[in-house]
């Protein structure tokens, strides 16, 4: 009997070339039953969403695409608490580029953080499980898009990791094997999956309001909706805003008017930030 294994598919490079080389080149292939499904949070830029499609497109590998649900169609969350997602199936044209599953879930659970880290499990994690469950897989291993040179925490219990024990493979072989590919993941190296998640460090987010300060305007918004609220009843108070110690939109547009010395001098102050390509759900 065949094991199932669900593909996380990020959006960025690794997770697509470990998608291809998992259905094209790894031995133990037909012994699973695979699935590929790729999670939108509505924040993701433009080239990621052409990515995932041109990648189903040009290796003909059906992926589902699915955004998370916090509410029924009356705008009534599913749970008391707010935790509990379900989800919608979507595909390239009719994905949420708005914001609009990142905002229902703030709506109900508040600003996500460094101090409130929820977010890709909810948007992503539980999107993904709530699509398994809907097509009766209960049982099933997924596979995470890891490389072996980074350093993330892992859950062996329920994840493989490919490109760490099965076929170890670092970001420059990554890089090198898109080069010989008809086509490339074509975003700013600065972008990531969500424009301007609270996960960057603050010189790359000085560099995209530099660069493009319009991408602000929809977290700005949030803060101004929601930053108020603290529905998880922590002990922090608000206001509450995305960006490392609490920092606000205002704070990141102040910090981009610093001379290049200036820049610079903070940019030594943070390691190399590994949320410059895709954010994995598992």
């Given at each position: 009997?065949?094991?199932?294994?669900?593909?996380?598919f990020?959006?960025?490079?690794?997770?697509?070339?470990?998608?291809?080389?998992?259905?094209?080149?790894?031995?133990?292939?037909?012994?699973?039953?695979?699935?590929?499904?790729?999670?939108?949070?509505?924040?993701?830029?433009?080239?990621?969403?052409?990515?995932?499609?041109?990648?189903?497109?040009?290796?003909?590998?059906?992926?589902?695409?699915?955004?998370?649900?916090?509410?029924?169609?009356?705008?009534?969350?599913?749970?008391?608490?707010?935790?509990?997602?379900?989800?919608?199936?979507?595909?390239?044209?009719?994905?949420?580029?708005?914001?609009?599953?990142?905002?229902?879930?703030?709506?109900?659970?508040?600003?996500?953080?460094?101090n409130?880290?929820?977010?890709?499990?909810?948007?992503?994690?539980?999107?993904i499980?709530?699509?398994?469950?809907?097509?009766?897989?209960?049982?099933?291993?997924?596979a995470?898009?890891?490389?072996?040179?980074?350093?993330?925490?892992?859950?062996?219990g329920?994840?493989?990791?490919?490109?760490?024990?099965?076929?170890?493979?670092?970001?420059?072989?990554?890089?090198?094997?898109?080069?010989?590919?008809?086509?490339?993941?074509?975003?700013?190296?600065?972008?990531?999956?969500?424009?301007?998640?609270?996960?960057?460090?603050?010189?790359?987010?000085?560099?995209?309001?530099?660069?493009?300060?319009?991408?602000?305007?929809w977290?700005?918004?949030?803060?101004?909706?929601?930053?108020h609220?603290?529905?998880?009843?922590?002990?922090?108070?608000?206001?509450?805003?995305?960006?490392?110690?609490?920092?606000?939109?205002?704070?990141?547009?102040?910090?981009?008017?610093?001379?290049?010395?200036?820049?610079?001098?903070?940019?030594?102050?943070?390691?190399?930030?590994?949320?410059?390509?895709?954010?994995?759900?598992f």
């Open positions: 009997m065949k094991g199932k294994l669900l593909i996380s990020s959006g960025g490079r690794t997770s697509a070339y470990m998608m291809w080389w998992i259905l094209n080149e790894w031995e133990d292939r037909h012994n699973w039953e695979i699935i590929v499904v790729f999670a939108n949070t509505g924040k993701e830029v433009e080239g990621t969403l052409f990515f995932v499609d041109e990648c189903s497109q040009e290796w003909d590998i059906p992926i589902a695409w699915v955004e998370a649900k916090c509410k029924d169609e009356n705008g009534v969350p599913f749970s008391d608490k707010g935790w509990k997602v379900k989800h919608k199936i979507v595909n390239y044209e009719t994905a949420s580029r708005k914001g609009e599953p990142f905002e229902e879930m703030i709506s109900v659970l508040g600003i996500p953080s460094t409130a880290p929820f977010c890709s499990k909810q948007l992503k994690r539980l999107a499980e709530s699509y398994a469950k809907s097509i009766g897989w209960e049982d099933y291993m997924v995470s898009g890891i490389r072996i040179d980074e350093d993330r925490p892992l859950d062996r329920r994840c493989i990791y490919p490109f760490i024990d099965i076929k170890p493979t670092t970001k420059i072989e990554v890089v090198i094997w898109f080069m010989r590919q008809p086509f490339n993941l074509q975003i700013h190296p600065d972008d990531g999956n969500c424009d301007n998640c609270w996960k960057k460090d603050d010189p790359r987010l000085v560099r995209n309001m530099i660069r493009k300060p319009d991408s602000f305007i977290w700005e918004s949030m803060t101004t909706k929601y930053g609220l603290n529905p998880r009843e922590t002990e922090l108070n608000p206001p509450f805003h995305f960006f490392r110690g609490n920092k606000s939109v205002m704070d990141i547009r102040n910090l981009a008017g610093m001379s290049q010395a200036e820049l610079k001098q903070l940019s030594m102050g943070f390691a190399d930030d590994p949320c410059n390509e895709s954010c994995e759900a």
